[in-house]
Nanobody, 115 residues
Framework: QVQFAESGGGLVQPGGSLRLSCAAS????????MGWYRQVPGKQRELVAT???????IYSDSVKGRFTISRDNPNTTVYLQMNSLKPEDTAVYYC?????????WGQGTQVTVSS
């Protein structure tokens, strides 16, 4: 059974930092591109960062230069280091394969950027 468990969200002031973690299970983690997605109410889920099995990374323009995605294959975990956070980064953040293949999503972790 494919599962994702996101953690690390919270309330942070503009300009602050957070580190999100996602523990994945139920599939051969190391061979899949993994990504972080985010969603705000009323909008489609948005892919913001991707890390391929090779370790190469891709970022959306909205987070480039501020967010860093990484992965730990032995521990089947993917991370998102978020710096210089802005109010528009407020969303529920999810991890999944890129593209999502198994129809499973975790509960996500809420990130709120506000003073």
């Amino acid at each position: 059974q494919v599962q994702f468990a996101e953690s690390g969200g919270g309330l942070v002031q503009p300009g602050g930092s957070l580190r999100l973690s996602c523990a994945a299970s139920g599939f051969i983690f190391s061979i899949y591109p993994m990504g972080w997605y985010r969603q705000v109410p009323g909008k489609q889920r948005e892919l913001v960062a991707t890390i391929k099995s090779s370790g190469s990374t891709i970022y959306s323009d909205s987070v480039k230069g501020r967010f860093t995605i990484s992965r730990d294959n032995p521990n089947t975990t993917v991370y998102l280091q978020m710096n210089s956070l802005k109010p528009e980064d407020t969303a529920v953040y999810y991890c999944n394969q890129v593209p999502p293949l198994f129809g499973s999503w975790g509960q996500g972790t809420q990130v709120t950027v506000s003073s």
